[in-house]
């Protein structure tokens, strides 16, 4: 069945250190890709998605780019800010018999003024 | 837009209590979905449906039923609940089908003690 690994956290850097996330993915074929982010106290929101391979996604100044070759869909930011500060979740959509989507354990990002 | 509507936003319950955690959505989404949210493991599916009338169970239903008699509503039953259901629970919605963004709640902060 689907599956989604994402590196483990906590993860805290000072105002505009480079971010990465990385996550990888067991799925049959090529499903689209999904960044979720939850800010404290709120639920989760989409923050980018890419539907097919090479596709990069952006939004917020975060990108990241659908790696068939190596499963692989991370979430990158030149300069992150406090505001960043939250729990980033990857995602892979429905298929087959998981009627829902099938989320990464969530890395949990702090970033010092 | 309201979106997802979850109430209430925290409780506090007695072990062997019951109660009805509320999920709307005015997005006339067929797809809506529980999760809960526990530290270190991410999201969890309680239990989802598919459309008004129809419901299955996700990844840990034990001790939460639900029903769906509209296509806007979506309530999550603790039947007894017990310290381990001390969690967040989120409620979700999406467009039938395919690769679709899911919308979430903010969220309710459950204790049982």
């Known amino acids: 069945g689907n599956s989604v690994t994402q590196m483990e956290g906590p993860v805290t850097l000072s105002e505009e250190a480079f971010l990465t996330i990385n996550c990888t993915y067991t799925a049959t074929g090529y499903p689209s890709l999904f960044w979720y982010v939850q800010y404290p106290g709120e639920g989760l929101q989409l923050l980018l998605k890419a539907t097919k391979a090479d596709d990069k996604g952006s939004n917020k100044g975060f990108e990241a780019t659908y790696r068939k070759e190596t499963t692989s869909f991370h979430l990158e930011k030149g300069s992150v800010q406090v505001s960043d500060s939250a729990v980033y979740f990857c995602a892979l959509p429905p298929s087959g018999s998981a009627r829902q989507l099938t989320f990464g354990s969530g890395t949990q990002l702090t970033v010092l003024p | 837009n309201a979106g997802v509507t979850q109430t209430p936003k925290f409780q506090v319950l007695k072990t062997g209590q019951s109660m009805t955690l509320q999920c709307a959505q005015d997005m006339n989404h067929e797809y809506m979905s529980w999760y809960r949210q526990d530290p270190g493991m991410g999201l969890r599916l309680i239990h989802y449906s598919v459309g008004a009338g129809i419901t299955d169970q996700g990844e840990v239903p034990n001790g939460y039923n639900v029903s769906r008699s509209t296509t806007e509503d979506f309530p999550l039953r603790l039947l007894s609940a017990a310290p381990s259901q001390t969690s967040v629970y989120f409620c979700?919605?999406?467009?039938?089908?395919?690769?679709?963004?899911?919308?979430f709640g903010q969220g309710t902060r459950l204790t049982v003690v």
């Open positions: 979700a919605s999406r467009t039938g089908g395919g690769e679709t963004e899911a919308f």
